[in-house]
C-alpha cells in the first residue's frame, strides 16, 4: 500500500471505493472555492466522484502514476496526484487541491514535496511540471516555494465552465531538486 507520512497529523494513500461518500461530501463543501479553477467542480455528482476514484485505481494499474488521499487526523482534506507519467521523456505533472479550511498550514506544499521526492528519486523521471491559473495565487505559490522555475504561460489553455483560462507552467528538473532533510519517504 502506498503511503507517504506527512506528518503526525497528515498522510497520503491511494483512494478507495470507500471514500467516495467522504470526498464527495469535502468536494460539495469547497464546490464555490474549486469551480473557479478546476474544471470538473461545478458538476461534480457523487456518481462522478466514485466513477473518479475508480479511475485513479486503473491509472495504478496501468503504471501512469496515481491519485492520493490527503489524510489528517483520519479525515479526508484534499487530493493530490500526476496527472499520468511520460516514461518515455521521463516526466511527469501534478495536480491538487485542499479543503479551504486546511490552507495555510504547509499540508499541501508536503504533500506535493513527497511527491516530487518519489518521481525524481524512486521513479528516476527527470522533470516535474505544476499548471496554475494566473490568478490562482494560492496554487502557484507551492512550485514557487519548493524551487520551481517559471516556463512561461499558456494562453486559453484549460477550459472551466464558459471561459478559458490560461495556464502558468512551472518545472523542476531532477538536477535541480534539493529533498528536504528527513522529508517523507
Same mark, same amino acid.
Given at each position: 500500500?502506498?503511503?507517504?507520512?506527512?506528518?503526525?497529523?497528515?498522510?497520503?494513500?491511494?483512494?478507495?471505493?470507500?471514500?467516495?461518500?467522504?470526498?464527495?461530501?469535502?468536494?460539495?463543501?469547497?464546490?464555490?472555492?474549486?469551480?473557479?479553477?478546476?474544471?470538473? =467542480? @461545478?458538476?461534480?455528482?457523487?456518481?462522478?466522484?466514485?466513477?473518479?476514484? !475508480? &479511475?485513479?485505481? %486503473? #491509472?495504478?494499474?496501468?503504471?501512469?502514476?496515481?491519485?492520493?488521499?490527503?489524510?489528517?487526523?483520519?479525515?479526508?482534506?484534499?487530493?493530490?496526484?500526476?496527472?499520468?507519467?511520460?516514461?518515455?521523456?521521463?516526466?511527469?505533472?501534478?495536480?491538487?487541491?485542499?479543503?479551504?479550511?486546511?490552507?495555510?498550514?504547509?499540508?499541501?506544499?508536503?504533500?506535493?514535496?513527497?511527491?516530487?521526492?518519489?518521481?525524481?528519486?524512486?521513479?528516476?523521471?527527470?522533470?516535474?511540471?505544476?499548471? =496554475? @491559473?494566473?490568478?490562482?495565487?494560492?496554487?502557484?505559490?507551492?512550485?514557487? !516555494? &519548493?524551487?520551481? %522555475? #517559471?516556463?512561461?504561460?499558456?494562453?486559453?489553455?484549460?477550459?472551466?465552465?464558459?471561459?478559458?483560462?490560461?495556464?502558468?507552467?512551472?518545472?523542476?528538473?531532477?538536477?535541480?531538486?534539493?529533498?528536504?532533510?528527513?522529508?517523507?519517504?
Amino acid at each position: 500500500m502506498l503511503r507517504f507520512v506527512l506528518s503526525d497529523h497528515c498522510h497520503l494513500r491511494l483512494f478507495e471505493e470507500a471514500d467516495a461518500e467522504q470526498f464527495h461530501r469535502l468536494i460539495d463543501a469547497n464546490r464555490a472555492h474549486l469551480t473557479p479553477w478546476m474544471p470538473w =467542480a @461545478a458538476d461534480e455528482t457523487p456518481e462522478a466522484t466514485l466513477r473518479f476514484i !475508480r &479511475l485513479t485505481r %486503473r #491509472q495504478v494499474a496501468d503504471n501512469d502514476g496515481f491519485q492520493t488521499a490527503i489524510v489528517c487526523d483520519g479525515r479526508i482534506v484534499g487530493a493530490v496526484g500526476f496527472h499520468g507519467v511520460d516514461w518515455d521523456h521521463r516526466s511527469a505533472s501534478i495536480g491538487y487541491w485542499l479543503d479551504a479550511g486546511h490552507q495555510g498550514r504547509g499540508i499541501m506544499t508536503g504533500a506535493v514535496r513527497a511527491l516530487i521526492d518519489h518521481a525524481l528519486r524512486d521513479w528516476g523521471l527527470n522533470r516535474v511540471e505544476i499548471r =496554475a @491559473a494566473p490568478d490562482n495565487r494560492r496554487s502557484r505559490a507551492i512550485p514557487e !516555494r &519548493l524551487g520551481f %522555475r #517559471q516556463e512561461g504561460v499558456l494562453s486559453e489553455a484549460e477550459r472551466v465552465g464558459d471561459r478559458y483560462l490560461d495556464s502558468v507552467v512551472y518545472a523542476i528538473l531532477a538536477s535541480a531538486w534539493a529533498p528536504a532533510p528527513g522529508g517523507p519517504t
